[in-house]
Antibody
Framework: QVQLHESGPGLVRPSETLSLTCTVS????????WNWIRQPAGKGLEWIGR???????DYSPSLQSRVSMSLDTSKKQFSLRLSSVTAADTAVYYC??????????WGQGTLVTVSS | SYVLTQPPSVSVAPGQTARITCGGD??????VHWYQQKPGQAPVLVVY???DRPSGVPERFSGSSSGNTATLIISRVEDGDEADYYC???????????FGTGTKVTVL
C-alpha cells in the first residue's frame, strides 16, 4: 500500500523560504512522477510542480521563478522549496504520486502558514 | 491556459442520482479525472480516464464525456458521498495539470 507523508515547518516568515519533504513508503520512488499540490483554505487545488527520478522537473508557470524540487532516492523522499513567500502562499500542501496525467495517491497534507 | 468550470454546488436526496458537470473547450479530446475531497481530508481519485474506477471505488461512481462537458455521475447517493468534487485534465500547454473549480455535493 503506497503511503505519502508530508513534513516541515507549519509557520514560515514572509520573504523566507518554505521547505517541505514528502516521504514515500510502500513503493519505489524511481518510477512515476512525484508532485506537489496546494490548497488555500476554502479554495480549490493548485498544482505546483513535479519531479521524476531522472531529475526532470516541471513547474507551474505562475510559481516557476520561486520553486525548486529535489529527490533523494536512498531516503525515498522528495522535497519542495518555495522562496520569497507571502501570505498568499498560506495553504495546505499535498504531495501526490502521478502516473503521468493524474494523481492516484496523496499525502494527508500539511498546513503552512506564512506570517510574521 | 486551459480552464475547467464546475457548478459551485449540487444538492441531491439520498438514493437519487447526482450529476456533476465539468466544462472545458473540446474536453472530449482529453482524459478527465475526478477527485472526491471530504472536509479535512486529502483528495481521493474516484474516476480516471473519463469513466474508469480505481480499485476500491464503488460502482455507483461513473463518468462520461461529450463535446465540451464531462460528467461525474453518482448513483444511489449516500450520506457519505457528501464532499467536494474536482475534475482534472492534463493539458499540453504551459500549465499541464488543470483542476476544475470544484463542486460541493450536499446530500439532503
Amino acid at each position: 500500500q503506497v503511503q505519502l507523508h508530508e513534513s516541515g515547518p507549519g509557520l514560515v516568515r514572509p520573504s523566507e523560504t518554505l521547505s517541505l519533504t514528502c516521504t514515500v513508503s510502500g513503493d519505489s520512488i524511481t518510477t512515476y512522477y512525484w508532485n506537489w499540490i496546494r490548497q488555500p483554505a476554502g479554495k480549490g487545488l493548485e498544482w505546483i510542480g513535479r519531479m521524476y527520478s531522472t531529475g526532470t522537473t516541471d513547474y507551474s508557470p505562475s510559481l516557476q521563478s520561486r520553486v525548486s524540487m529535489s529527490l533523494d532516492t536512498s531516503k525515498k523522499q522528495f522535497s519542495l522549496r518555495l522562496s520569497s513567500v507571502t501570505a498568499a502562499d498560506t495553504a495546505v500542501y499535498y504531495c501526490a504520486r502521478g502516473p503521468s496525467a493524474l494523481f492516484d495517491h496523496w499525502g494527508q497534507g500539511t498546513l503552512v502558514t506564512v506570517s510574521s | 491556459s486551459y480552464v475547467l468550470t464546475q457548478p459551485p454546488s449540487v444538492s441531491v436526496a439520498p438514493g437519487q442520482t447526482a450529476r456533476i458537470t465539468c466544462g472545458g473547450d473540446k474536453i472530449r479530446s482529453k482524459s478527465v479525472h475526478w477527485y472526491q475531497q471530504k472536509p479535512g481530508q486529502a483528495p481521493v481519485l474516484v474516476v480516471y480516464d473519463d469513466g474508469d474506477r480505481p480499485s476500491g471505488v464503488p460502482e455507483r461512481f461513473s463518468g462520461s464525456s461529450s463535446g465540451n462537458t464531462a460528467t461525474l455521475i453518482i448513483s444511489r447517493v449516500e450520506d457519505g458521498d457528501e464532499a467536494d468534487y474536482y475534475c482534472q485534465v492534463w493539458d499540453s500547454g504551459s500549465d499541464p495539470y488543470v483542476f476544475g473549480t470544484g463542486t460541493k455535493v450536499t446530500v439532503l
